[in-house]
């Protein structure tokens, strides 16, 4: 299906319009709010029809995005419109204060997720939407795509490791858009207050769950292709590992390596350039793998695939390998039993058996929450 075919839950302005009538509106969004084929914002649109936009939102990379992954963005005014930004990314509570919520009586969130549990923009889409349980407010998801809405896979969370890149019981790929997501963490009562909000969700038309959906701008400034965001579920581990991922490269979540890497026929060097002013190994030239000639249907098709990262772990020294993994890994990964595994040798395919069931189970408790069919 082409991606014109597609019209994002924004675009559908008849559908939620007279919801917002008389209404003050804080907009959740940022960067990838775009409409109309990437020519407009949603919040210009809205505002173009007479929404009054009292307040904005922005989620991790700030409402620009070009923020680097985690750092801490500071509450601004958007040049354009003069509308406050409260970041809900600003390394404090980072929850609205009342002050904020009394700015506005309903709250639009327009955000392009990409469909991992370890992709933060959930996260701030699910604590807004408990401050709106909290203070009677009503909560609306305008939908996007999932671009890898065909992948449901990985550990289901361990929430004894819920932290900032984990906060639901879900798989690592759910195959859920976040409206979706939003419905399910209502019906589940996953939010922290364990209120429900008054949510609705305008859904995206033309769109099954097997369209291969091309996002219109980056979502992130390290997620630079479609081919990096097919092989997110399966590299992002190496960031709770000593290895380079290309952050500091034009190939972040493509490549991946280390200077002490053996066997390793690419070599590349981080160095610090917008969105990445500090990564991992600057300046040290690094020895791995290139995934970019990986044919976009067999890295789906592969799912969650750890080969990445036990053949990095296999080619490092042997002095190196009790080092190879740190804390943060089992965060991303939501299971403790992985980095063993590895260390012990099992293969990806032995270590892939441990969540079949799990993904099972999952299927069936998402299946009340989904909107869009499979084809």
Not at 273 to 286: H, S
Request: hydrophobic share 40%; charged share 25%; net charge positive.
């Amino acid at each position: 299906m082409a991606r014109a075919e597609i019209v994002v839950g924004a675009e559908r302005l008849p559908e939620y319009l007279p919801l917002l009538r008389d209404s003050r509106v804080a907009l959740l969004s940022n960067h990838t709010g775009l409409v109309n084929g990437g020519k407009e914002h949603t919040l210009d649109m809205l505002l173009r029809n007479g929404v009054n936009v009292t307040a904005i939102f922005s989620p991790e990379h700030g409402f620009r995005g070009d923020a680097d992954a985690g750092s801490h963005v500071k509450n601004s005014v958007d040049a354009k419109t003069g509308i406050l930004i409260a970041s809900l990314y600003n390394g404090k509570d980072s929850s609205p204060s009342p002050e904020t919520m009394d700015r506005f009586d309903v709250i639009l969130c327009d955000l392009q997720d990409v469909g991992v549990r370890y992709y933060t923009y959930y996260v701030t889409m699910m604590k807004l939407m408990d401050a709106a349980a909290r203070s009677g407010k009503r909560f609306i998801v305008l939908d996007r795509p999932n671009p890898v809405a065909m992948m449901v896979d990985g550990p289901v969370l361990d929430m004894s490791l819920k932290s900032g890149v984990g906060a639901l019981p879900v798989p690592v790929a759910h195959g859920m858009t976040l409206g979706e997501l939003a419905l399910m963490i209502n019906g589940e009562c996953w939010l922290p207050s364990a209120k429900k909000v008054d949510l609705t969700v305008i859904p995206c038309a033309d769109y099954t769950r097997s369209t291969r959906y091309r996002l219109p701008v980056n979502p992130s400034p390290n997620l630079k292709s479609m081919k990096a965001i097919y092989l997110y579920p399966s590299t992002c581990y190496f960031e709770g590992t000593v290895m380079s991922l290309g952050r500091g490269t034009e190939m972040p979540f493509e490549i991946y390596g280390h200077p002490s890497m053996k066997n390793a026929p690419f070599s590349f060097t981080p160095r610090s350039m917008p969105g990445a002013k500090n990564p991992p190994l600057n300046g040290r030239l690094c020895h791995g793998k290139d995934l970019r000639a990986l044919d976009d249907d067999s890295i789906i098709a592969r799912g969650v695939d750890l080969s990445y990262v036990i053949d990095a772990y296999r080619s490092m020294p042997p002095a190196l390998q009790p080092k190879f993994f740190t804390s943060f890994f089992n965060l991303l990964i939501g299971d403790r039993r992985i980095a063993p595994m590895i260390r012990e040798g099992k293969s990806a395919a032995e270590i892939r058996a441990l969540w079949q069931d799990d993904i099972k189970a999952f299927r069936a408790r998402r299946k009340p929450y989904l909107l869009y069919p499979e084809k």
